[in-house]
């Protein structure tokens, strides 16, 4: 004869317990005294009683799943070590917590669609944004179908609730600052993409620091990849040959920068000075090595996740809001 899989009420009985002490106990509840506990988890152990996890989703509404959705190409992700090292710090953070992370991309407005369908058919408890260009309705559309999201970075033309960055007006400022300490007289910059909010104070660092010194601004744009610093950079030198200095906006826009200048001849940092923004592993691998902004993508990550987690446990944040400090690390290139 078959057994039948023990059910909650047998463990409550051989335990000497009501269902709600097994149910707490099971949901990892702190309000079990460890007497009842230790009751609990024997006879789970004597039973071999194993939890219904569609069960337990539909008592608690919790999937122990959250989802980090990334605005941009499956290239970008795991070409950029940015988003590597805010992954990193994600996972290490949710991996104390038990929660499961899945990873999406969405580029297109179909791909968008499609996922919002999925984040709001109670498939995740919550939700990490990066990337994010312009007015996305992504994040407004998942508070108010009661997903907790958390972003990271500032979201440029939207109210958010809750978001990680980085400094990232200071620490351009700073950047641009040294350069003018180094007496260079014609500073460029290469800014992000300007529906970025970090796009947006990378610039506004830059014209901070040249306000201050009463130099004209002399501005090309990228997108954040090595290409973009590249062409950038090219034609910068066409539209201004006497440039001694220039501040990219992000690592991989400066060693793009660094050979567009090494093919028009120009030495760094004789000629020309070069700054990056991010600090990544390959600031230490440039010709010469890439002095540049740190910015500790996976404390980031981390606290990304910390907010996520206490919004999904319904907590009140003292701090929605995160602002994370940078700072410059000199190296050959400034």
């Not at 800014?191 to 009463?214: E, T």
């Not at 000075?273 to 404390?299: C, M, R, Y």
């Amino acid at each position: 004869m078959a057994m039948n899989r023990p059910t909650l009420e047998a463990v409550a009985a051989l335990a000497g317990v009501g269902r709600g002490t097994v149910s707490r106990v099971i949901n990892g509840s702190p309000k079990v005294s460890s007497k009842a506990r230790d009751a609990v988890l024997k006879a789970i152990e004597e039973l071999g009683y194993v939890p219904n996890r569609a069960a337990r989703a539909l008592v608690t509404r919790r999937t122990d799943t959250v989802a980090l959705v990334v605005s941009e190409s499956e290239q970008r992700i795991f070409d950029e070590p940015y988003f590597a090292g805010i992954i990193r710090g994600i996972g290490s953070a949710l991996a104390e917590t038990g929660l499961q992370l899945i990873l999406a991309m969405a580029q297109s407005p179909e791909e968008h669609e499609r996922l919002e369908h999925y984040l709001t058919g109670q498939h995740v408890d919550g939700v990490l944004l990066l990337s994010l260009h312009g007015e996305d309705p992504l994040p407004g559309r998942l508070e108010a179908m009661g997903v907790p999201t958390v972003l990271g970075g500032r979201p440029v033309g939207l109210e958010a609730f809750s978001y990680v960055d980085m400094d990232n007006r200071a620490g351009a400022r700073q950047a641009v600052k040294h350069l003018l300490g180094l007496g260079r007289t014609r500073i460029a910059t290469i800014a992000g993409p300007q529906d970025m909010g970090v796009g947006v104070d990378r610039l506004a660092g830059y014209r901070d620091a040249l306000l201050a010194s009463g130099m004209g601004e002399l501005v090309g744009f990228g997108d954040f990849s090595e290409e973009s610093g590249e062409s950038a950079m090219r034609e910068l030198l066409e539209a201004h040959p006497g440039l001694d200095a220039v501040f990219a906006a992000s690592d991989l826009m400066a060693v793009g920068a660094l050979r567009a200048l090494k093919a028009a001849g120009r030495s760094v940092p004789g000629d020309v000075a070069v700054v990056g923004f991010e600090d990544s592993k390959v600031a230490l691998h440039t010709d010469p090595p890439l002095t540049t902004v740190h910015q500790p993508t996976e404390l980031m990550g981390r606290q990304m996740a910390h907010l996520l987690v206490a919004r999904i446990n319904g907590e009140e944040l003292r701090q929605p809001v995160l602002i994370l400090d940078t700072h410059l690390v000199l190296r050959g290139t400034a």
